[in-house]
């Protein structure tokens, strides 16, 4: 499924404003992939997201951003951080790439951490699910979202300076957020700066709940970005900095488990008085004595592309990022525990021309970490992750058939600074057909191996002294077991495609088999607080997502859409835990001259399928609705004023993906009111 709209920056006149928001017809080339395919073109369903629908949709986590997309749910923690859900599978499944490049933080860790990008500043989001991603490591085994930016530009800008600002206002969390950019070219040199400035209040729930807000649920965030490069006609060079300072609350937290601890496969949580005296002072407590995080971000990122190198070379690209990360959870005003994370990752890539009817990519990639947690909460042991890998991805047609072969070999060391140590070597292949026909429908069928290295967090979590302490953001005890093996994923995907005419449609169907799938088994259960292990267990997902969509008028089309996962272990062995329960929707939206609106309605069912300690999810009906309008300015200037309602039947809603589901329900019914120009 496709989203396209143009970007804000560029010059639009009348009739092009009049076309944004109608059903995408043009051809959008997926950047991720390494052939750069179209998103009609590709073996799996990609989804791609930008212009003024993603500046609408745009919300302050990546998560909250694409959730509600066919397939993609997100494993929300209150408003300051929200991974992205991909068929049931989130991180360390779901890698977040900056323009192919590995994001190097701290999410893969814990849904509490949040994934270092402003979605304000993206021009556009790839997602890529099944066999599509494989290229991109095992950290992608579940699917991989590439953030497209303009930090570094890639063209010469218009009349030599092109630029956009925004503001806008949310009513749920009183949200107050600037957002700037401007790109200006002096000869082949352009440069580029960006920032934005987000403040919002806890948000507002229906009164069910029980309390007005979700306590902890704010954010602080401020991002800065300045970069260069230097173009020419057959490629570009260059490099930026991008600074991020993100606080944000932690919902669900509760003195209360601070002396919890395991005894074999139980957990014990001192006395009744204690935890009624803790309680008791919780509640005394103001907002400025919650827990927290203080995250600080910086990034540099290295980035070059050369085409037409040669009949035989079509394209050589690099892509090398540096990053200095950290976050430290704040308790009373103390910090508690801080992690951080010294890492690199460096990727080329070389695109060959056809060779006796192949034409492909090939590609090596190193990435390093340095990740260490020190204070109250040390209960990962401070270590070294090196990963190297080599892949390839070669296609070839005949026909209306073409062929893809894909693969990657990787070899993973984690060092731990007490001398242990541990090597994997995962190996992923993956081949799909592509039949076209009559150039209106298409149908894709491909089958993947993959496998993943198990990662610091599963192996040695509170594995040995002095590295064991509670996980009070998530109100957890976690262990993990050193001796865990590879995870290996085999799939099946088939995708069925119309995309020509007043009806087009994209329907993805899958299914997945994992020997040794890792996963977090509660033990034991105090309260909200859970015993975990990390397990390995043979397991299956099946499911299908897609959507529908017909052009009524040349002005209005309907859409309906849905997904579905099932995700058990096998033989006999019970549900997996936090698996989104299916949905089923629709749309109208339609274009009036400057006008736009839409309105969405879509249906998200009980999740009854819980694993061990898991209580069911109730169903909700979710109705959002847009309405933009768009004038000009000046003669290379436009702006548009939009706002968008999100949950305006006040639905109290609890998210079956979320850790803290029960502590955090989603934010009741919000207007965010915006007002962008560009030039």
Not at 7 to 32: C, F, K, M, W, Y
Not at 364 to 374: D, E, L, P, Y
Not at 602 to 609: A, D, K, W
Request: hydrophobic content about 35%; some cysteine; glycine content about 12%.
């Amino acid at each position: 499924m496709t989203i396209a709209m143009p970007a804000l920056a560029e010059e639009a006149n009348e009739s092009d404003r009049q076309g944004q928001h109608s059903r995408p017809d043009r051809e959008i080339i997926v950047t991720a992939h390494p052939l750069s395919l179209t998103s009609d073109e590709t073996a799996t369903p990609v989804i791609s997201l930008e212009g003024d629908d993603l500046v609408h949709r745009a919300q302050s986590t990546l998560g909250d951003t694409l959730a509600g997309m066919p397939g993609i749910n997100v494993d929300n923690f209150g408003g300051g951080a929200g991974r992205p859900v991909i068929r049931g599978q989130t991180s360390p499944r779901v890698q977040s790439l900056s323009d192919g490049s590995n994001i190097q933080d701290a999410s893969a860790i814990s849904p509490d951490h949040a994934v270092t990008t402003e979605p304000l500043l993206l021009s556009g989001i790839e997602v890529l699910r099944g066999p599509s991603a494989l290229i991109y490591g095992g950290s992608a085994i579940g699917g991989a979202v590439n953030l497209l930016d303009e930090k570094v530009p890639t063209n010469l800008p218009e009349g030599g300076i092109t630029g956009a600002v925004e503001g806008r206002y949310g009513t749920s969390d009183n949200e107050q957020t600037g957002v700037g950019g401007i790109t200006a070219s002096i000869g082949q040199f352009a440069l580029r700066l960006e920032g934005v400035r987000r403040q919002t209040d806890d948000y507002e729930v229906p009164g069910k709940f029980g309390e007005a807000q979700v306590d902890g649920s704010w954010a602080d965030t401020s991002t800065i970005t300045v970069g260069g490069s230097w173009i020419s006609d057959n490629g570009y060079v260059g490099l930026a900095y991008t600074r991020q300072h993100n606080d944000y609350g932690l919902p669900g937290h509760n003195h209360a488990y601070e002396d919890c601890h395991p005894h074999g496969g139980e957990i014990h949580c001192g006395t009744h008085d204690e935890e009624d005296d803790h309680e008791h002072d919780h509640e005394e407590e103001g907002h400025e004595d919650a827990v927290f995080t203080k995250l600080r971000s910086e990034r540099v990122d290295f980035r070059g592309e050369y085409r037409d190198i040669s009949r035989v070379i079509e394209r050589v690209r690099f892509r090398a990022a540096f990053t200095d990360y950290s976050h430290s959870e704040i308790e009373e005003g103390d910090v508690a525990t801080t992690f951080t994370n010294k890492a690199h990752d460096m990727r080329f890539e070389l695109t060959h021309a056809r060779l006796g009817g192949l034409r492909g990519t090939f590609g090596v990639q190193h990435s390093h970490t340095n990740f260490k947690a020190i204070g109250e909460e040390q209960f990962l042991p401070p270590s070294k992750t090196d990963n190297t890998a080599l892949f390839l991805m070669e296609s070839f047609n005949a026909g209306p058939l073409r062929f893809e072969l894909a693969a990657r070999h990787e070899w993973q060391t984690i060092k731990i600074n007490d001398g242990r140590k541990t090597t994997h070597r995962p190996f992923s292949v993956s081949g799909a057909a592509i039949w076209d026909i009559d150039g209106d429908y298409s149908v894709a069928l491909s089958i993947a191996r993959s496998q993943r290295a198990p990662n610091v967090q599963e192996l040695f979590a509170n594995t040995g002294a002095p590295w064991r302490g509670i996980h009070l953001a998530t109100n957890t005890w976690e262990i993990g077991t050193p001796t865990l093996g590879k995870e290996t994923g085999k799939s099946v995907d088939l995708t069925v495609r119309k995309t020509a005419g007043d009806t087009t449609f994209t329907l993805g169907l899958y299914h997945q088999d994992y020997d040794n799938y890792i996963f977090a088994q509660t033990l034991d259960q105090f309260e909200d607080f859970r015993l975990i292990r990390y397990m390995a267990g043979d397991a299956r997902f099946t499911g299908i997502d897609g959507d529908i969509r017909h052009q009524v008028t040349p002005n209005v089309g309907l859409a309906v859409f849905g997904d579905y996962v099932r995700a058990k272990l096998k033989d006999g062995g019970g549900n997996l835990p936090r698996i989104p329960a299916g949905r089923l929707g629709g749309r109208v939206d339609g274009v009036f001259g400057p006008l736009y609106g839409d309105v969405e309605l879509y249906q998200v069912f009980e999740q009854g399928r819980i694993a061990s300690f898991e209580t069911r999810t109730s169903g909700y009906t979710m109705i959002n609705a847009t309405l933009a309008y768009s004038f000009d300015i000046g003669e290379r200037a436009n702006a548009e004023l939009f706002l968008r309602g999100t949950n305006l039947a006040n639905e109290l809603a609890y998210n079956h993906a979320s850790f803290i589901k029960d502590a955090a329900p989603l934010r009741g019914r919000s207007l965010l009111i915006g007002l962008r120009a560009g030039f």
